[in-house]
């Protein structure tokens, strides 16, 4: 089955710099790279998401890159506020989605 | 609100009891998903349901019964509840094929067994 590595576990970085959050996975056949942004006392919530014929896709502050030879996708966001504080889980799919270990972000004002 | 709804959110119960979380979405959705988040913040698949019918049954004990009686609802019934299974379950939900159009979570049941 699909196996999702995610680094690092936790991250702080200062208001106003870029985050970076990195991902691997080891089914060659997985086609679809979601990242999901969990909220303390809340569920996850997809925030982008990328297919494996695109390798790169961005939504205002935040981007995801795509290496498929090398089975590694990364979540960068730039300019981070004290919002973007939460755990942020990346994911790739086949048949089901699998999930990374998460990395807990937190932006310090 | 369209939404994937769980009930309840959290729930504190003692070893050895049976308890049930209930699901429910109006999104339209025909596939709907239980996940478990431990202490870690891991996520792993329990099971998956597509139109009612259970299509993903990871290595779950079977003292976890989940049930659905329509598209829109996804029921999990816990037997003999272990300390072990204290967690926060998430009820998920998405279109066929959803692994590759997204999920919806709902907002968690965090379930301590005491």
């Known amino acids: 089955g699909e196996n999702v590595e995610q680094h690092p576990s936790t991250l702080s970085v200062q208001e106003g710099d870029s985050a970076v959050i990195k991902c691997t996975y080891s089914?060659?056949?997985?086609?679809?790279f979601p990242w999901y942004k969990q909220e303390l006392g809340k569920g996850p919530q997809l925030i982008i998401d990328?297919?494996?014929?695109?390798g790169e896709k961005k939504d205002q502050r935040i981007a995801v890159t795509l290496n498929k030879t090398a089975k590694h996708f990364s979540l960068h966001i730039t300019e981070t506020q004290p919002e973007d504080s939460a755990v942020y889980f990346c994911a790739a799919s086949g048949r089901q989605l699998t999930f990374g270990s998460g990395t807990q972000l937190t932006v310090l004002p | 609100d369209t939404a994937v709804s769980q009930t309840p959110k959290y729930l504190v119960t003692q070893m050895g009891n049976d308890k049930s979380i209930k699901c429910e979405q109006n999104?339209?959705?025909?596939?709907m998903y239980w996940y478990k988040q431990d202490s870690k913040k891991f996520l792993k698949i329990m099971f998956s349901?597509?139109?009612?019918?259970?299509?993903i049954n990871e290595t779950v004990p079977n003292r976890f019964s989940p049930k659905s009686p329509d598209k829109a609802h996804l029921n999990l019934h816990i037997n003999s509840l272990e300390l072990g299974d204290s967690a926060v379950y998430f009820c998920?939900?998405?279109?066929?094929?959803?692994?590759?159009?997204?999920?919806?979570f709902g907002s968690g049941t965090r379930l301590t067994v005491v």
């Open positions: 998920a939900s998405s279109t066929t094929g959803g692994a590759e159009k997204g999920y919806t």
């Open positions: 999104l339209g959705h025909d596939t």
């Open positions: 089914d060659s056949a997985s086609n679809y």
């Open positions: 990328i297919r494996s014929n695109v």
């Open positions: 349901y597509n139109n009612k019918e259970l299509i």
